[in-house]
C-alpha cells in the first residue's frame, strides 16, 4: 500500500503510550493498534485531528506516501 502510517513512531518520540492516545481520542486500543499497523483501509477526520491535537503533530507526520516501488523510506521531515 503507498501510504505509510507513522503513529507508532510518532507514539514513541513522545513518549506516549498507546492506551494514553485511545482514551483520549475515544477510540478502542485494538482499533488505535490496527490503525497503527496500517491495517485500515480508512480513518475520520475527527479521529486524525483528535490523534494529531493530543499530539501536538499535523497529519503528515503520521500519514507518509510511498510509491509502490519504492522500497526505501525517506527519512521523517522535521517541523521547524
Not at 492506551?19 to 499497523?37: C, D, F, P, R, W
Amino acid at each position: 500500500m503507498p501510504i505509510v502510517v507513522r503513529l507508532g513512531v510518532v507514539l514513541a518520540e513522545r513518549n506516549v503510550r498507546s492506551k494514553q492516545l485511545a482514551e483520549y481520542v475515544g477510540i478502542t486500543e485494538a482499533n488505535l493498534s490496527l490503525l497503527k499497523q496500517g491495517k485500515v483501509k480508512g480513518v475520520r477526520f475527527e479521529t486524525l485531528a483528535r490523534i494529531c491535537e493530543y499530539l501536538d503533530c499535523q497529519p503528515g507526520d503520521l500519514l507518509e506516501h510511498v510509491p509502490d516501488g519504492d522500497k526505501k523510506r525517506r527519512p521523517l521531515r522535521r517541523a521547524s
